[in-house]
């Protein structure tokens, strides 16, 4: 049962622009929603995260807009590097963290 | 400060046999938890605890068992590896309130059942 659905599976940017990763959760009461940026060999590393009160988070070039009444958040990338270049994976919590199946990107020059 | 420290990195294992995944944080978070990370399927929480000496089962738990004896350590046991058990496997920390809810992950242990 896949509680958090992440769209797309893989991405090519090219670099400076834009990319953009869209989750749809199921679960109303989920009430953390984080983005986690993993390199190949590495763990998980916490990007940036938002709660259901907000809108929209912005730090730096990342940004996760998130929209209550559809169930759905995304995260977007501004001026892609190919240091960005990396899987992405949204998730949302209760009681545990429930993450979707990522999103590989890659940035090219 | 090593933060959440996972041995070993790599592991083969023979089918039936049994094995201890070992995952210490010195950070002085009081939960703690067990995912496995196989391809294209994200992560997938096998067991987690919210302080020593509790635990409960995450999505997966089905062939692995966890103790929590102190703050610092959660290790994770495969008592009959299967083939179905290979699989990356990440320990994560957190400390209750924090502000970021933030996650810390080990570096991970790639495992392969034979």
């Known amino acids: 049962q896949q509680q958090v659905k992440q769209s797309p599976q893989s991405l090519i940017v090219q670099k400076g622009g834009i990319s953009i990763i869209n989750c749809a959760y199921e679960n109303t009461a989920f009430d953390y929603f984080p983005w986690y940026q993993q390199f190949p060999g590495k763990g998980p590393a916490l990007l940036i995260a938002?709660?259901?009160?907000?809108s929209e988070k912005k730090e730096g070039r990342f940004t996760i807009s998130f929209n209550k009444s559809a169930k759905q958040f995304s995260l977007h990338i501004m001026d892609s590097q190919p240091g960005d270049s990396a899987t992405y994976f949204c998730?949302?919590?209760?009681?545990?963290?429930?993450f979707g199946k990522g999103t590989r990107l890659s940035v090219i020059a | 400060n090593a933060g959440v420290t996972q041995t070993p990195k790599f592991r083969i294992l023979k089918i039936g046999q049994s094995m201890t995944l070992q995952c210490t944080q010195d950070?002085?978070?009081?939960?703690m938890y067990w995912y496995r990370q196989d391809p294209g399927m994200g992560l997938k929480l096998i067991y987690y605890s919210v302080g020593a000496g509790i635990t409960d089962k995450g999505e997966v738990p089905n062939g692995y068992n966890v103790s929590r004896s102190t703050t610092e350590d959660f290790p994770l046991r495969l008592e009959l590896a299967a083939p179905s058990q290979t699989s990356v496997y990440f320990c994560?920390?957190?400390?209750?309130?924090?502000?970021?809810?933030?996650?810390?992950f080990g570096s991970g242990t790639r495992l392969t059942v034979v």
């Open positions: 994560a920390s957190y400390m209750e309130g924090a502000k970021n809810y933030g996650y810390t």
């Open positions: 998730a949302a919590l209760i009681a545990a963290l429930v």
């Open positions: 938002i709660r259901p009160d907000v």
């Open positions: 950070m002085n978070h009081n939960y």
